[in-house]
């Protein structure tokens, strides 16, 4: 990395799982921007999330993302990040940068009032979901308050002219939330390509998160009409219904299709699902070209990610709350100054690496707080990988451990317990299940003895958590 600290920009979307790039193996998708990203960068094709202790998995992931710490071992389920837990933005912050927030957060207040300078557009800070007061035209979202209050009170709905500022729950909005992130951004790079002329030279960290493509998936008309359902494959793995109990079939996201899944309703899912992205990326690039003309792209590192994957129709599942490679791999990129270009890195990783990954390439201490490993020698290809397997959980359902080859899942659901075995390297789709072939028996036993070896470095022995452990060496 060059000596002079790089402006970052750290772009995160919702429930964007890996496979959903162009450059990076689907065709069927529009992404040019993420693609140039691609090109101009290095991909982690195994980056993945820990898992969740909450169906809202996107809370705990991104508390992970911001603490770098293991899933087990944030305050509760991630909804807190406390003083002790130090945030990226918090450390960058204190290294002179200057931290901004536009977007989702999805923690409490105190925690992001000491990780950001200044913010715009927040989302996050109210009661009411944009789910329930229709969807991404009418995200609630406030302006920065360094009292730290955000009632409902101080947040809006932004009309259509972009100026007008509508009531809560009570006027109809007309602005998507992807654009109005985005126009938010580009203001804020307006904003300190002015302060840098009066002489501010502080390096700057843009933190741009996106609420798409989390459902309800609704996008401008040009972005739906670039995808129909007809012409939209069905996973390979695509079944009507999960082959048994895994603990969380009940919840809102697994309710957003019926049981049996039908063929024709997940291709129109995918469709709009694809769509939002295609949406998102156009918004991304808007940010990356103004980056450009300000003149600061080339001392910029760029960070793209997400916070979960999502089923949508793969294993009879809609939602993120499982261990299947679909929710848990996430699409990550590094892209800038010192960055090997069109690098594509197969190593396994987690989101709560990135923390003392930047910390590394800015020169910055990695706080005594962080649990996760730097991605610096991965990213300057000196070396292939940082662990040899990862854990992962879903509350007190669910547990997983994967290899370079082995994935094995245990649920313990209702007093029993249910194994699978997976060859990922033969089954990248995890349609296969090994688990009670006598030829693999050693292979279990071995995933197993891992599995265990993880509760204890992850910190996965909480009492709340113990049921899954209960039924798992009871079963």
Request: proline share 6%; net charge neutral.
């Amino acid at each position: 990395m060059p000596s002079k600290r790089p402006n970052i920009l750290f772009v995160l979307t919702d429930d964007q799982r890996f496979d959903t790039i162009h450059a990076l193996g689907n065709s069927r998708i529009v992404t040019p921007n993420m693609d140039a990203l691609v090109e101009s960068g290095t991909s982690f094709t195994h980056a993945c999330i820990m898992g969740g202790t909450n169906p809202a998995v996107c809370m705990p992931s991104r508390a992970m993302l911001m603490t770098g710490r293991h899933l087990f071992r944030l305050q509760g389920q991630g909804a807190v990040i406390p003083p002790d837990h130090t945030t990226l933005p918090e450390v960058l912050r204190r290294e002179g940068y200057w931290t901004h927030h536009i977007g989702k957060w999805h923690q409490d207040r105190e925690s992001f009032n000491r990780s950001f300078v200044s913010a715009d557009r927040i989302f996050g800070f109210t009661q009411n979901w944009y789910v329930k007061y229709g969807g991404h035209w009418n995200v609630a979202v406030h302006d920065y308050d360094p009292t730290g209050q955000y009632t409902q009170e101080t947040g809006y709905i932004l009309a259509e002219d972009k100026t007008t500022r509508l009531p809560i729950g009570v006027g109809v909005g007309g602005v998507h939330s992807s654009e109005m992130f985005a126009d938010a951004a580009v203001a804020f790079l307006d904003h300190r390509g002015e302060e840098k002329k009066r002489g501010d030279k502080r390096p700057f960290f843009l933190y741009l998160s996106f609420v798409a493509p989390h459902d309800p998936r609704q996008s401008p008309n040009e972005f739906e009409e670039m995808y129909s359902p007809e012409s939209v494959e069905l996973p390979p793995n695509f079944l009507p219904r999960h082959p048994f109990d895994n603990g969380e079939f009940t919840i809102r996201d697994e309710e957003l299709e019926a049981w049996p899944r039908r063929p024709r309703a997940i291709r129109r899912h995918l469709a709009e699902y694809y769509a939002m992205i295609s949406h998102a990326d156009a918004q991304m690039g808007r940010v990356i070209r103004r980056l450009k003309e300000l003149g600061e792209y080339d001392n910029t590192l760029i960070v793209f990610t997400g916070d979960n994957g999502l089923a949508v129709g793969q294993h009879g599942l809609m939602g993120k709350q499982n261990l299947y490679d679909h929710s848990l791999r996430v699409p990550l990129i590094f892209s800038g100054p010192g960055i090997r270009k069109k690098a594509r890195v197969d190593g396994l990783c987690y989101l709560l690496d990135i923390f003392p990954t930047l910390c590394d390439c800015t020169g910055i201490p990695i706080p005594a707080s962080v649990d996760g490993t730097s991605l610096r020698g991965m990213l300057d290809g000196s070396v292939a990988g940082i662990r040899e397997t990862q854990f992962h959980g879903y509350r007190h359902v669910q547990r997983a451990v994967r290899g370079e080859r082995w994935k094995l899942i245990e649920y313990a659901v209702g007093g029993k317990r249910t194994t699978q075995l997976f060859d990922v390297q033969a089954d990248p789709f995890e349609r296969v299940n090994l688990a009670a072939d006598p030829a693999h028996a050693a292979t279990v036993g071995r995933m197993r003895a891992e599995l265990l070896r993880w509760r204890t470095v992850s910190g996965d022995t909480r009492p709340e958590e113990a049921v899954f452990w209960d039924g798992f060496n009871n079963g």
